[in-house]
Nanobody
Framework: QVQLAESGGGLVQAGGSLRLSCAASGRTFSSYGVAWFRQFPGKEREFVAHISWNGASIVYADSVKGRFTISRDNANNMVYLQMNSLKPEDTADYYC?????????????????WGQGTQVTVSQ
């Protein structure tokens, strides 16, 4: 069982930065791949980034590549999403999600555990 809790969202101007954190509980967290998804109003959740259990494999959505960086600290059960050069179209609720084992998933149904989400608003 893994429990996830996101933090770090807020209001930022276009071009600014935010770092989202995902705190996990569970002794076997280091065995889980973790992804960030985001959800726009009225839309399904979309994939943002994934990091494998050991950090060796990282995948980004094209829309965030070069601007966002995902990382993890297994010793402290944390996963981060550094978001730079933010745009108004990045405004969404951001969720972290975990799935056991190897391989990355691009769809929400491929993940077993979810946090409650954190809101990111990017103003013009």
């Amino acid at each position: 069982q893994v429990q996830l809790a996101e933090s770090g969202g807020g209001l930022v101007q276009a071009g600014g930065s935010l770092r989202l954190s995902c705190a996990a509980s569970g002794r076997t967290f280091s065995s889980y791949g973790v992804a960030w998804f985001r959800q726009f109003p009225g839309k399904e959740r979309e994939f943002v980034a994934h990091i494998s259990w050991n950090g060796a494999s990282i995948v980004y959505a094209d829309s965030v590549k070069g601007r966002f960086t995902i990382s993890r600290d297994n010793a402290n059960n944390m996963v981060y999403l550094q978001m730079n050069s933010l745009k108004p179209e990045d405004t969404a609720d951001y969720y972290c999600a975990a799935r056991y084992g190897s391989g990355h998933g691009l769809k929400p149904y491929e993940y077993d555990y979810w946090g409650q989400g954190t809101q990111v608003t990017v103003s013009q």
